[in-house]
């Protein structure tokens, strides 16, 4: 029998692509989306034939008015992510964020999932690394530490710390499982991210080409990578709680060094003016991914410059109806 999958923010940008995976994996699949970011856009179209849409705002209680039947698997992806949200309505995001997981799991309760997936992010443990507890690549069990817990940018970090312990001590008769993305970039990811951002400006012939925080260093991990790590952790057998990084840590890249990749694909070379970093931004990210490969045999394939060539290809067609 097809494997019956919810994914709540599956119009979004990972959520979209991880539908199509499913889709291709023979699931039956439901979208909830509030469409508050995602939309119907025409990525949604070419597979709104195929899967159930459920246009819901996760910050309400579910009822079976709402979603009716069981899934073996829910994705929960909903939230509202980016730095400027973040920066602009801290209290939206908190609030948004954790709704949705507490919603979430109320309705996981009453129809347990044989899996729940919780995407979780790399600033739960930016903290920690930036005060110097641990050491580079991150692993999953830094502990949490939220240097400047007041600061507008800090509620998307917090909104994922509680949402995981939510999911952690939640019902017994599901596995959990709790992914930690890192800097997932590819088609179709809006332009509240760095890469789409250059892009942008690029597009739009910015010159001198400003760059924040020059020296600061991210690994970019691409969304066809992310998929299937994000899947092959779903479908982990075990009963126990997983929590794993997903990210590449092959191609550690400083911000101007990206900025310089994406300039060759534009086929320009404006002059560069170089800015401090955005406040709150870390100098460096680089995930631990050996439980990724222990658990789930996974290697990143898709190189940085053929990513990026995908994702700057996809904006220069789509640009217009990208979604913000
Ligand atoms: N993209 C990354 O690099 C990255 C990194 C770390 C973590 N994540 C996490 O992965 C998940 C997906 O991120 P994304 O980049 O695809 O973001 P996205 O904004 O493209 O997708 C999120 C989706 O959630 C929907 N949504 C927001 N609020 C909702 C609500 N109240 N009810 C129902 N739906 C709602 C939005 O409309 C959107 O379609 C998020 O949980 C995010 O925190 C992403």
Known sequence: MAERVLVTGGAGFIGLHLVRRLLADGAEVTVLDDFSRGREDSALLEVRDHVTV?????????????????????????????VARAQQRPAHVLRTNVLTTVNLLDWCERHPPRTLFLSSTSEVADGAMALGLSSFPASETVPFAVPDPHAPRASYALSKVVSEALALHAGKDTRMRIARYHNVYGARMGHSHVIPQFIDRLQRGENPFRVYGPTQTRSFCHVDDAIDATVALARLPHADPRVVNIGNDQEEIAAIDLARLLFDLAGCRPRLELLAPPPGSPQRRLPDLSAARRWLDYRPRVALVDGLRRTFDWYTENAAGEAR
Do not use: E, F
């Open 54 to 82: 459920v246009p819901y705002d996760l910050r309400r209680p579910i009822d079976s008015t709402h979603l009716k039947g069981d899934w073996d698997t829910v994705y929960h992806l909903a939230a509202v992510v980016g």
